[in-house]
């Protein structure tokens, strides 16, 4: 390297600052592109399990389920690559090789013969879901620094998940008028297109921001950052298996809620609005939890978020009319909004700025592995003993994980 290119990269650097505020376009053109990635989800939300019974006649929950659990595995180990592959391949081509997996999903959802088709459509969007997803946080978690960062990761969270919510609600509106397939999908086209567009041409990289940071870090290096963040690390390890308890409730509300709608004779579309209301206020409310997770104690957030989730998991047992399914869904959005941004928060806390990617992307396989688990478990305690023993069996399992956290979490 020349002196010349030593002062070029000595003037970018100096010109980098950390913060919400000096870095604003960027972090909402991030904002904007979870979106779209959100979007890509919420696609799938409330009409792949209708599509499973009435196009391909699947009936057991566990092959029905399938699609999640593929789905699940994928992105869990897509995200464990993703954080070791930030610093070396750079964000922003993470960000546009997530977004080119995104491009056949939709065709393969409209015009799959077989439902092996739709597994393997999930398995292009878990690649898309653990690079597009995981890259965005990353690089907004990169640009605001220390301060903010709670507030930073609810905003994304907010974006992506609102995204989901409402475009469930929608897929589940044309899906009642138009039918299942394909018109839900053609949404999804062009989430796809815009998603690459945008991360061509309008995204800058941020790991100049992440050497600004660990300048002024003291946080000391993990040494084995896989068994740490998994197991050795009292913190980490408290709240990465939340993580995936989380996912694994979520997973079971994903493939059976829309079935235990379909068992109290609910519509199509009263089914997308169901199950929007859960994804659409856990979206909404982060816009405040994120906030909360700079404030308070991140373990108390966790404790009570994880705690809300089983009562509302229990709760589905006894309720009957809309109203009621209505309410468990502005409970269950509660509580995992109380959750999720305070996850990413707190494992960004506890690791120095350079292992952060990486203990994000284990924390991510963790998590997101509970949508594999919770597809797996649920699937087969509902084809042997029922959908009731399925659901209050995964709330059992959410309360036991909040008191986990109250006991092991600093």
């Keep these: 390297m020349g002196l010349g290119d030593l002062c070029v990269r000595l003037k970018i650097f100096s010109m980098v600052q950390l913060g919400l505020k000096e870095n604003s376009k ?27 019974e009435q196009s391909f006649g699947i009936a057991s929950k566990t092959a029905l389920l399938s699609f999640i659990f593929t789905f699940g595995v994928t992105k869990a180990i897509v995200n464990y690559f993703t954080g070791k592959l930030a610093n070396s391949l750079g964000r922003k081509n993470l960000l546009i ?39 965005a946080v990353m690089m ?10 709670g507030f930073a990761v609810g905003i994304n969270e907010f974006a992506g998940y609102l ?46 921001h ?43 509300i994903w493939g059976l809620l829309p079935l235990l709608l379909l068992t109290k004779q609910f519509a199509s579309d009263q089914i997308g609005m169901l199950t929007a209301i859960y994804p659409a206020v856990w979206g909404l409310s ?23 989730q089983a009562v509302g998991i229990i709760g589905l047992m006894s309720a009957t009319h809309f109203s009621h399914f209505a309410a468990i869904g502005i409970v269950l959005g509660i509580g995992t909004a109380l959750v999720y941004p305070t996850f990413l928060s707190a494992i960004a806390d506890y690791t120095t700025p350079v292992q952060r990617a990486e ?51 600093k």
């Design 286 to 308: 982060q816009l405040g939890t994120g906030r909360l997770s700079d404030i308070y104690p991140k373990k108390w957030l966790l404790f009570w978020g994880m705690l809300l």
């Design 210 to 252: 992440v050497s600004k940071e660990n300048k002024e870090s003291n946080i000391p290096l993990l040494k084995y950052p896989f068994w740490d963040t998994t197991f050795r690390h009292r913190s980490l390890s408290a709240v990465t298996q939340a993580g995936l308890v989380n996912n694994l409730n979520d997973g079971m």
């Design 26 to 52: 960027q972090f909402f053109l991030l904002v904007i592109i979870n979106a779209f990635v959100g979007g890509m989800i919420g696609l799938e939300r409330s009409i792949l399990p209708q599509l499973a």
């Design 163 to 208: 995204s989901v919510g409402v475009v469930a609600f929608l897929t589940g509106y044309m899906a009642n008028k138009y039918g299942v397939r394909p018109y839900p999908f053609y949404l999804g086209i062009g989430f796809a297109i815009v998603g690459v567009l945008l991360s061509v041409f309008l995204v800058k990289d941020t790991r100049q």
């Design 359 to 409: 203990s994000l992307g284990i924390f991510r396989f963790w998590r997101d592995m509970g949508y594999a688990v919770g597809a797996l478990l649920t699937g087969v305690i509902a084809d042997y003993f029922g959908l009731p023993t399925s659901i209050i069996s995964i709330g059992i399992l959410t309360a036991l994980s909040a008191f986990l956290v109250l006991f092991r979490m």
């Design 140 to 149: 907004k978690i990169d640009l605001v620094g220390n301060k903010n960062r």
């Design 97 to 135: 090789i997530g977004w080119l997996f995104a491009l056949p999903v939709p065709f393969l959802l409209i015009y799959a013969p077989t439902w092996t088709w739709i597994v393997a459509a999930n398995i292009l969007l878990g690649i898309n879901q653990g690079l597009t997803w995981s890259t």
